[in-house]
Each structure stands twice: as C-alpha cells, then as structure tokens.
DNA sequence: TTGTATGCGTTATCAC
DNA sequence: GTGATAACGCATACAA
C-alpha cells in the first residue's frame, strides 16, 4: 500500500483547509458524501450523454457534492481508461519565428473552438532533436499531432511520429511525400507570382535569399531558379544566398550581393524575416527601396505591412490551412491501413502588393 | 470487462505488422517475452536509481526486450501513480506577441535542460478565458504552471490558479503581490532610464504609448507620468495614447500625437512592438528619426535592432528572468502554508541605445 | 534478487 | 435505477 499522493485524510477537502493546499477530490469523496456508490458518480459526472438514465433526484445530488468539494475530474485517469485526452501536440521548429508564432495562434484557435487544447513541443535546433518531444509523442498522450514546419534534418523525429498509432499531419513541409499526411502551401505558384510581378515591373537581375526553413524553402528556391529560367536569365554568381531565417541572415545576404559587379534590381527573399534584414541593410547602404532596390519576402506576417516601406509579399492562408489540418487530424478520415490514400491538400498563397516593389532602374 | 484501447492480441508488436498501425506494448508484454514479472520489468526500465539490485542479466534481457518491442512508458500511467509528469505548464496571453515568443522559447529551453516538457496554454483574449486552460489546470497533469503575462482582467482564471496544488508562478504580470509567486522586471527603473536619456538629449515634449499588457505596462505608464513629474513637466493633453498592443496600434496613437498643436519631440513606447508602428507612421508622414522625432520602446524583441532606424530600447533580461522562474517552480521553495515568504525576484533591465534616438530639435 | 499484490482515479460491464 | 467490480499501465510495500 502507497500513497505518492499528498491527501490528508479520507475526510479531507473540507471547505477550510489550509490555503493554498488544495487537495484532491475523487469520485469515491463526491459518492460518499452523497451516500450513492462511485459508479453512480461517474455516470453523472462523465458527461456520457445518457448511458442509463438516472434519477433527476440521485443526479442532482451528485452534482451539487461535487461542486461543493469542488471536484475535478483526472484527466490522466481518463486517459488511462482510453478516453481521449483532448490534447492536440503541436512541434515547431522555431517559435521566435513569427509566422510559426501565427501559425500556433491559429491552431490554438481552430483547436480551442473544438474543445481540444494545445501541447505544444519545441524542436529547437538540431541537437535537441526529439529529445525535447519525446514526452509529447511516446506519451500518445495527446489525441493527434500536428507538425509545423520541415523536419527533416531530425530523421529519428519523423521516424518516431511515423511509427506512432495517433494521427499526424505534417504542415509546410514541403511536399515531398514521406509517410506523413501533410497540408502545404504553393510555394511554386508563390514565388512565380512575384517573379511575375517584378518581371512585369521590368526586373531582370532578380537575386534570391534562401533560408532555413528547409522544405518549404527549397521548393521556393527551385521555383525561383525556374522561373528565370523561363524568361531566359542565368542565376548569376552569387543571386542565390543562403541565410539562416534572421533579419541578420537578410542582412548579410544583400551585403554580399552589393559586392557584386551587377547588383540585383530586386531581391527575392524566400521568408518575410529575411526581407526585413535586407530591407534594413539597403536602408544601412543608402540604398533607396523601390527605387534603387525592389524586395519580396513570403508569409505575410504582422510586420510586414510595417515595414520601412512596407513589404510585398505572399500571403499565406494560415487560418485555412490550419483548419484543414486540424480536421485531418480530428475528423480524421486518416486511415492507418493505406497512407497513400491520405489527402494532401495544398493552398495557393496570394500576392500583396506594398511599397517594397517598384520599376526597375532604368526601365 | 472493456478494452477502449486497440489491442490485435496478446502476442502483438511483433516486428512487421500493419504499417502505421503499431500498438500498445505494456510492461506485461516486456515481462512475458522476458520471462519476470511485469514488476521486476518495472524496476528495470522505471529508471528507480537502485531502489533494490537487480541481477545484470535480467537487466540486460529486459532491456533488449524493451527495445525490440519498441516499448513506450505511458505517461498518464505513471502520472496516476502520482509520479512527475515531467511537463510544464505554460499560459500565455498572446503568442504572437514577438517578446512572448522569444520568452516561451527560453521557458522552452530551460525546460529542457531539466527534461522538461511545455503545455502550452492560449488565453487568447478575454472571451475564452480559462476554457482553453481548463484541461490545463484542473488537469493537475502538470507539475508546475508558468503564468506569462498579467491575468488579472481574467478573474476566474487567477482564482483557479490560486486554488490549485501544484507550484505556479508569474512571470511579467507586474509587480502588486496577489498571492502567486512572481518574477518580475523593474518597469519603473526602465522607464526611468529611457527619459532620463531622453532627457538629457534634451527632449521635454515626451509622449507615452500605452499597450495592452496590462500589468507591466500600467507600471510603465506610471514611470512615465512619475518621470515627468520629477522634472517638473506635466502630461500634456493627447501624450498619453492608449493602443493595442500590434503596430497598427502604435501607428494610430502617433497619429493622433501629430494631431496635437504641441507635438512631441520623443515618443515613448512600451513595447516595441508599439513603436515599430510609430516608426512606421513616422515615416509614413515625411517625419525623420531621430532628427525630428525620437522614439523608443521596451522588450528589445529581436526585430528591434532591423527597424528603420534601428531601435533605442529596454532589454529585457528573458533568460535570466525564466530561468528563475523555473528555479522557482521546480528547485521549488514555495512552501504553500505560508505565500507571503515567496521570494518575488524583480530584474532590471538594461537601456539600449541604438538610431532611434538623437538630440531633441533646436536644443 | 525476484515475484505477488495492491492501488492511483476513471470508465464500462456486468448483476441486482 | 443503482451498486459491485474489473481493468487501464505502472510503481512500490511486502513476502519469498
């Protein structure tokens, strides 16, 4: 006989207890206190709509016991029981990033309004790997999962979630298919939409600036390299930079650019961050945008519409996407037998025209 | 007898079964592949330091059958046995404000490096109040509960908080003690900092933007009046803006300043996020920083040093800051008979001066 | 050194 | 209508 758990007495949960030492009140407080069995308990309690009817007069007993001691049912004995735990795990890359930081809003949102709440697990980096998510998903613990962004470089993560029994569905991933249910974005049809619009602006020398994003970024860069390729233009030496996805990635990326005997007329940067390091760079070099310099990012995220001037970018249907996935997950027609048979919608992001985009110099 | 949980048989989890279907393997089914008992399987891989010996052979062969069943501790088992659950709750106010992102990655962070894992709870807004936190709390499930940002205006909320056993602390709900153990920063000294550099730039015509964060920045805004005070300056008509806490906010509250027959010379913003809008509008309206108008603000969010031009700001000493609420929460000295002993840590934090600040016009 | 038995708080399956 | 009772997966007091 043990008892790890702090519990005073088989009396105890008496209104005036010590302050602040709450202490647990189960089933079997409520029945005594209401001289009905546990079970009658739970059948009131558990909400199960009406397995058994129940006397109006044995119900509201129970109820008032309850709120009286103040009951709260233990999620992790309901979770133990095969109930589901109403918990939505949710892993990200990188917080700090604002679009991500959206994104979780959305979930947290989509989630709430279905009653479900939010885990979130951060995988933060490389080294930390799923070490920081092991809990989260050997738990099953949570009823479904839910990844945002590429992880990819983590390849015992993805194995992990693979393997799981819950449903997981990967976000901006990228959409390469790799075991995992997935909702992505265009980013192809993103990035030749704003190749488009600086074409039509005159822009030839367009550079890029990839990031870290992995998957997402990489079709984005593919899509840039295509798109001038339809036009006819070479990637010039040093138009495509690679940055971590900082403003100072940004930054440092243009910086190098201007080194270059043909400058770009206009960047591409491959995440609205990126752009708002190049945009402050240009600034820092004297370097007038549109006029001088046209820039992109892609997310559309808060800021960018206040930016120094403010940005023309991709806009990304967070809310939709999130929706989408949060209904994989959770009325989920995600059928464990055949994964090839999962849905992988994919959403068009829309171009928003601001202030960073102009004429090309000289056309 | 019911069994809610998908089970092919006793003898599953063998190596190739459904893909995407594994199932549930328990400590039983370690036990029969090995030979012991389910308990002698629990000593092994429960991570007891020594709680009694265990010969090295079993060990060994219970381990390797672990492994190859692919065996996963079920946390809500162990939490109902009353052991930690190892997560940390989080309940943020807005996660996309940039500086709560930036703090939920250094709780994240520090709680990994203590194995910890984060829930994180959404108290987006007023409307959904404890509902998104519900499962959260009453949950119990956690070990310890992190509170990021002020509550107060979420009564229901704090009194749960209260009421509830396990350890809970505050972070950034400012500083008036209402029976939680809080960390906080010294608002005060902040704002005290910036107009005294502000001052001695020269500048007396000194406005305030207001947020939405409530309790930090009801001290701010207090500082601010205090500030002025003590240099014999009243707070003139319009220079105290309130805003929402989203550049839009900041935008429209310099706006109505320029309204004013007295402009300001310097705006003081309390969250960067705020001025990121002033600059913004500033801009918008031919106005130069710092030339004709200097502006600040507090957080130091990592877009503050890529604004344009780069921003005069309050660092806030995140890492620290958490890493003591953490201590708090799990080195725990929080000793529930007696809250008025908590330890209330107040950090300082530190004035950094970048381009958005310059000498006050015609001084 | 290992096995047996018990209980954590629930839900679900029986009887009554 | 309601009350016993058996699990859920795990950790431990106790016996062997």
């Known amino acids: 006989m043990d008892r790890p758990n702090r519990r005073p007495g088989p009396s105890a949960a008496r209104t005036s207890d010590v ?10 407080d409520v029945a005594r206190l209401t001289g009905v069995s546990q ?4 059948r009131v ?3 199960a709509p009406t397995a058994v009817p129940i006397a109006d007069d044995t119900r ?6 309850a709120r009286a001691l103040g009951y709260r049912p233990n999620p992790l004995a309901r979770g133990l029981r095969g ?3 109403m918990l939505l795990g949710v892993i990200v890359r990188d917080i700090t990033d604002p ?10 949102l989509e989630a709430a309004g279905r009653g479900y709440n939010v885990v979130l697990g951060h995988a933060h980096g490389r080294a930390d790997e799923a070490i920081a998510l092991y809990g989260v998903l050997e738990a099953r613990h949570c009823d479904a999962i839910m990844m945002l962004g590429d992880m990819s470089d983590q390849p015992r993560l993805v194995d992990d979630l693979r393997g799981t029994h819950i449903p997981v569905v990967a976000l901006w991933e990228g959409s390469k298919p790799d075991g995992i249910a997935s909702v992505s974005v265009d980013n192809d049809a993103g990035i030749r939409s704003v190749m488009d619009h600086l074409i039509e602006l005159g822009h030839r020398r367009i550079a890029f600036v990839a990031g870290s994003r992995l998957g997402d970024i990489r079709e984005r860069e593919e899509a840039y390299v295509a798109a001038l390729a339809a036009i006819g233009e070479p990637v010039r030496d040093g138009y495509l930079q690679y940055a971590s996805n900082e403003p100072m990635g940004g930054s440092r990326a243009l910086g190098a650019m201007l080194e270059l005997a043909e400058r770009p007329t206009a960047v591409v940067a491959s995440t609205d961050v990126l752009a708002m390091g190049v945009l402050f760079e240009a600034n820092a070099r004297g370097i007038t945008v549109p006029d001088e310099l046209s820039v992109t990012g892609f997310d559309d995220i808060p ?5 120094i001037p403010s940005l023309t970018t991709l806009r990304m249907p967070i809310r939709e996407m999130v929706a989408s996935a949060v209904a994989l997950l959770i009325d989920g027609p995600l059928d464990p037998a055949d994964p090839s048979a999962w849905p992988r919608p994919i959403f068009a992001p829309s171009l928003v025209i601001r202030a960073s985009t102009g004429p090309a110099a000289g056309a």
Chains 1, 2 share one sequence.
Do not use: K
């Not at 679009?99 to 947290?108: C, D, K, P």
């Not at 800021?303 to 930016?307: E, I, N, R, Y």
């Open 303 to 307: 800021l960018a519409a206040f930016s």
């Open 99 to 108: 679009f991500f930081a959206g994104a979780i809003e959305a979930v947290s």
């Open 60 to 65: 509201d007993r129970v109820v008032a016991a």
């Open 39 to 42: 079970s009658t308990v739970s």
């Open 19 to 28: 302050p602040g030492a709450r202490v647990i009140v189960t089933m079997r």
């Open 45 to 47: 309690l558990s909400g």
């Open 83 to 85: 109930m589901p735990t």
